[in-house]
């Protein structure tokens, strides 16, 4: 299985992007899934998780508020709509699989598989 993401481009701040990550070779509709980023010169970070039912999210405090996450197509891809975006959102945006019929989670450690990544800058 192979997880692609896409949708990252360059915006203004305010602005509004939506990422989708989908699988191919299989699907994640059982299990948990994640957003990370990482800006230049910083660490991975979390950014928003979902239960492999999609009933239970949850988000990076950054994030709350502005950001959505949700799965779509029978599980077969988990988007990320991202609103009133602010330039510390600029980076490199994963998606990851996580635990078999898994809850939220932002522990890094605990998703085995993971996108290439997809670019969002954010500057006027």
């Known amino acids: 299985v192979q997880l692609q993401a896409s949708g990252g481009g360059s915006v203004q701040p305010g602005g509004s992007l939506r990422l989708s990550c989908s699988a191919s070779?299989?699907?994640?509709?059982?299990?948990?899934m994640g957003w990370f980023r990482q800006g230049s010169g910083k660490e991975r970070e979390f950014v928003a998780s979902?239960?492999?039912?999609?009933?239970?999210?949850y988000y990076a405090s950054s994030v709350e508020g502005r950001f959505s996450i949700s799965k779509a197509n029978a599980g077969t891809t988990v988007d990320l709509q991202m609103n009133r975006l602010e330039p510390d959102d600029t980076g490199v945006y994963f998606c990851?699989?996580?635990?078999?019929?898994?809850?939220?989670?932002?522990?890094?450690?605990?998703?085995?598989?993971w996108g290439q990544g997809t670019q969002v800058t954010v500057s006027s």
């Open positions: 990851a699989r996580g635990e078999y019929r898994g809850g939220t989670n932002s522990d890094r450690a605990s998703y085995d598989l």
């Open positions: 070779g299989g699907a994640f509709s059982v299990y948990g």
């Open positions: 979902i239960s492999w039912g999609g009933t239970r999210k």
